[in-house]
């Protein structure tokens, strides 16, 4: 199971750091994600990088806020938040994929592994 935390309570525009570690190392999986759930709505893609050239991907809704980045000796992938906003206030989940999926970075159905969640509360 992947290990996130990382989470907590931060005014608006403050920053948090969330960090992923996968079981086994990353190089093994395709790509790693960052989800989130806020309550009453659905889970929704956050970020994702892959971890063979280093690709990375963001919703429109944290571009430009958010930073998803790994290190490979620690074995760890981070995400960085900025500019926290309170429609940012979810649980975040970390997740990877085993293998590629046609299905694109963006659908929670492509990951293969789940953390247990790591909650962010954005104060107004």
């Known amino acids: 199971q992947l290990q996130a935390s990382g989470g907590g309570l931060v005014q608006a525009g403050g920053s948090l750091r969330l960090s992923c570690a996968p079981p086994?190392?990353?190089?093994?999986?395709?790509?790693l994600a960052w989800f989130r759930q806020a309550p009453g709505k659905e889970r929704e893609f956050v970020a994702a990088?892959?971890?063979?050239?280093?690709?990375?991907h963001y919703s429109d809704s944290v571009k430009g806020r958010f930073t998803i980045s790994r290190d490979s000796a620690k074995n760890t992938v981070y995400l960085q938040m900025s500019s926290l906003k309170p429609e940012d206030t979810a649980v975040y989940y970390c997740?990877?994929?085993?293998?590629?999926?046609?299905?694109?970075?963006?659908?929670?159905?492509?990951?293969?592994?789940w953390g247990q969640g790591t909650e962010v509360t954005v104060s107004s």
């Open positions: 997740a990877a994929q085993g293998t590629y999926y046609s299905g694109g970075y963006y659908n929670p159905l492509g990951y293969n592994y």
């Open positions: 990088i892959r971890l063979n050239g280093g690709s990375t």
């Open positions: 086994g190392r990353t190089f093994s999986y395709y790509a």
